[in-house]
């Protein structure tokens, strides 16, 4: 397996992957995500990963910048995706570990994501880290609002709200 930097030649396969993982009521909606944040991919701001298998495609994963209401530095994971062929095969855990990896050797203070906490649970995401980050949107499910320090460095003693970039600014997918 390798895993690289998402490219614009990479759009379609995300576009399957995504359709493919998720559910109906939802697939369209975040491979629409996925792609718009990997065609708008900036190094700063946020960029996307594929896992390619025997020279195919089978996973994806973006990590996009927060504007905190602070001098914390966080990231949103979201979405990731594998086509259910590969699933369970540890292609998620190698993307997410590579992303977290990135982001630490880059002194991100936070990561955050919106999901699974059994299964971003054995990352290190938890409750009590996300818990002063207040999402731009009510949350359907609250329990799935987790993340993790990155680093060693304060976490805010009140509330601290935060944006996303454009394209996750959408209610529909908080």
């Not at 629409?32 to 700063?44: G, K, M, Y």
Request: glycine share 6%; charged share 15%.
């Amino acid at each position: 397996m390798n895993i690289r930097i998402a490219l614009q030649t990479d759009l379609q396969a995300i576009e399957a992957i995504c359709l493919a993982a998720f559910e109906k009521d939802e697939n369209v909606l975040i491979a629409n995500v996925a792609q718009q944040i990997t065609s708008e991919a900036r190094s700063s701001q946020s960029y996307s990963l594929v896992a390619e298998q025997d020279g195919a495609v089978v996973g994806f994963i973006a990590f996009t910048q927060l504007a905190i209401e602070s001098d914390i530095t966080g990231f949103l994971l979201a979405p990731l995706a594998v086509h259910p062929k590969h699933q369970r095969s540890g292609i998620g855990t190698s993307l997410i570990k590579t992303g977290i990896d990135t982001l630490t050797k880059q002194s991100v203070d936070f990561l955050f994501t919106y999901g699974d906490p059994d299964y971003y649970g054995r990352f290190g995401f938890n409750t009590t880290d996300a818990a002063k980050f207040i999402p731009p949107y009510p949350l359907e499910y609250d329990f799935g609002w987790i993340g993790m320090k990155l680093r060693q460095t304060h976490a805010p003693t009140e509330p601290v709200s935060f944006g996303c970039v454009p394209t996750l600014m959408n209610e529909a997918l908080w």
